[in-house]
């Protein structure tokens, strides 16, 4: 069992950076690849970036990739999400999520735990 929970969110204006973090209890949190997916209000829900369990291989969605960056610390039991640049339309709740695979998961449906998730409001 992992619980997540996320910190970091908040409101900025256009093209400034915000650094989302995400906190792992539970066993074994080397052994999960980790994603940050978002959900914008009345839009499905969307993978923005992942990583595999030591790092090696990371996604992110063609809409933040060169501005956002995924890191995970395994001794701290972190995951962070650095997003510079940022566009009225990356404004959604953030969530980060835990797969039981060394393995990147690109959808939803492929992650076992997730936490309740960050607001994000960029104003124009």
Known sequence: ?????????????????????????????????????????????????????????TYYSDSVKGRFTISRDNGKNTVDLQMNRLKPEDTANYYCAARRASGLGFRGVEYDYWGQGTQVTVSS
């Open 1 to 57: 069992q992992v619980q997540l929970v996320e910190s970091g969110g908040g409101l900025v204006q256009a093209g400034g950076s915000l650094r989302l973090s995400c906190a792992a209890s539970g066993r074994s949190f080397s052994s999960y690849a980790m994603g940050w997916f978002r959900q914008a209000p009345g839009k499905e829900r969307e993978i923005v970036a992942a990583i595999s369990w030591i790092s090696t291989v």
